[in-house]
């Protein structure tokens, strides 16, 4: 069993910055990705970043150059640095780790940007 809990989310102007966490526990394996998703009302989860164990990243296009994603393997945690945020990065962004038995979801946090 795999637990990831969501934090960081919030309120902020466009412009301004936020970073989410997550924390995993429970059954993780070494060989892993950890990422984001984020999914807005009537509308599919879309890839934000992801991070796998090997250290090479991923971005959807509309993040590149203002997204960073870390992870601490040790705490088996993964950090999302979101700058220069505008409205429509607004969304509930999920947690997400996938290794060989399965794919795990966090339950997601809310980020909010206002114009």
């Known amino acids: 069993q795999v637990q990831l809990v969501e934090s960081g989310g919030g309120l902020v102007q466009a412009g301004g910055s936020l970073r989410l966490s997550c924390a995993g526990s429970?059954?993780?394996?070494?060989?892993?990705?950890m990422g984001w998703y984020r999914q807005t009302p009537g509308k599919q989860r879309e890839l934000v970043a992801t991070?796998?164990?090997?250290?090479?990243?991923n971005y959807a296009d509309s993040v590149k150059g203002r997204f960073t994603i870390s992870e601490e393997n040790a705490k088996n945690t993964v950090y999302l640095q979101m700058n220069s945020l505008r409205p429509e990065d607004t969304a509930v962004y999920y947690c997400?780790?996938?290794?060989?038995?399965?794919?795990?979801w966090g339950r997601g946090t809310q980020v909010t940007v206002s114009s």
């Open positions: 997400y780790l996938l290794q060989f038995n399965g794919a795990y």
């Open positions: 991070f796998a164990s090997g250290g090479s990243t």
């Open positions: 429970g059954s993780i394996l070494s060989r892993n990705t």
